[in-house]
């Protein structure tokens, strides 16, 4: 994409290490906002991987992000006004993103920030959130360790995830259990609490690998998971590398139908390229494509066409798509574009979506507390809903916010 004029709503602006080192200059002083201004139109600075390891999921999140903000123009905008965004490329690179998000507070007076994927880019934007009092909404899938004040995680956290998930596969397959990942925080934090749920269900934790992102090789990690004889696999091994592992896994031996096996491999943006190893199986998740609710699947209508997709719509641009307008609706009653105004209605707001009725935010760790699905995964791609688990809740206090 050819970048606009810096302050168009359709920007893509990608930053070379030119511009980067322009930057660094203000990377250590404290930031600032001017977009209080009632009259003018709110602006939402989006910081995304676009390119690198986990880069299809950045840009299904901007896929779906848009389309949110779209509907939401559509129907009037925030106070008014059409809303308006800026959408840079931080290659899923925590010291960029945090260039990046100072850049688009100061430079281009965001008054709300959304995005990233991985946990350590939005721990950074966090962090440049709440020193310029900006929120900064997520709808990865998992969450961080630490709350912070200004940042609001709408995907599902990842105890919604593993709650329903752990005990049970512990009880169909056996409890020996291997953990594998990504060496980036959330794997590591993911980890921690499958290691909690193993130990209340009777497992034991056999094996736990992590490799760094770009990792193309698996045989030696996939040789020692095999060697602890694991009865359940649970992989945050995410992007790219997540295809390279479950297919290495298969030729090695390793992943097999008596293997029970979950984690972010089996999420509906790797299927095209799994869909064989993952068919059959079952799949935690907030929000698939399968939903049969009228407005879910105008949202899916909607990106297959804009974006000629036929696999299945990822979860993350779902997310995005209910995230935004819930961040909105916020905004709306916020009554202006002042920052602070704007995070205090996020923390009190009630919203009504496919995702649940009154969905809210939990005050003590921030994040939603909606409903979960059970889905199973059919050939061609159908994340099919097989159990409606309703609200899963999550107000486990995390430090920040309790």
Not at 82 to 110: F, M, N
């Amino acid at each position: 994409m050819v970048p606009t004029h810096p302050y168009s709503r359709t920007a893509v602006l990608t930053i070379t290490m030119t511009a980067l080192l322009a930057l660094t200059a203000c990377s250590g002083s404290a930031v600032s906002n001017s977009a209080g201004d009632t009259g003018a139109a709110l602006k939402i600075g989006v910081v995304l991987p676009l390119t690198g390891p986990v880069s299809d999921a950045g840009k299904a999140l901007q896929r779906g992000f848009e389309l949110g903000v779209q509907k939401v123009n559509d129907s009037g905008g925030v106070n008014g006004k059409k809303v308006e965004y800026v959408v840079v490329d931080d290659a899923g690179d925590p010291a960029t993103s945090t260039q990046l998000a100072r850049r688009l507070i100061q430079q281009d007076h965001a008054s709300m920030l959304f995005g990233t994927i991985t946990g350590d880019t939005a721990e950074a934007v966090s962090k440049v959130a709440d020193d310029a009092k900006v929120p900064f909404g997520t709808a990865i899938l998992g969450d961080t360790e630490r709350c912070f004040p200004y940042s609001w995680g709408f995907g599902e956290s990842t105890r919604q995830i593993l709650l329903p998930s752990v005990p049970e596969m512990i009880r169909t397959y056996g409890k020996r259990v291997a953990i594998t990942g990504s060496d980036y925080n959330y794997p590591h934090f993911y980890a921690g609490i499958v290691k909690e749920l193993t130990k209340s269900a009777g497992g034991t934790i056999v094996a736990e690998e992590y490799s760094p992102l770009g990792q193309t090789d698996w045989q030696a990690v996939i040789t020692r998971l095999k060697d602890a004889k694991p009865d359940v696999l649970l992989s945050m091994v995410v992007g790219a590398d997540a295809v390279a592992f479950s297919q290495q896994a298969k030729q090695f031996g390793l992943f097999t139908a008596k293997l029970g096996y979950d984690g972010a491999p089996l999420d509906a943006d790797y299927y095209p390229a799994l869909g064989d190893l993952v068919n059959g199986r079952t799949h935690i998740v907030r929000w698939t494509d399968q939903l049969d609710n009228a407005e879910s699947k105008k949202f899916v209508a909607d990106y297959r066409a804009k974006n000629k997709w036929t696999p299945p719509v990822p979860e993350v641009a779902g997310n995005a798509y209910f995230g935004i307008q819930f961040f909105l609706a916020a905004a709306g009653k916020a009554g202006g574009n002042d920052p602070q105004a704007i995070n205090t209605q996020i923390g009190q707001l009630r919203f009504d979506s496919p995702l649940g009725k009154g969905t809210r935010f939990e005050p003590a760790n921030h994040l939603l507390q909606a409903n979960m699905l059970e889905t199973t995964i059919e050939p061609g791609g159908a994340y099919k809903v097989t159990r409606d688990l309703g609200p899963i809740a999550d107000t486990v206090a995390k430090q920040g916010c309790s």
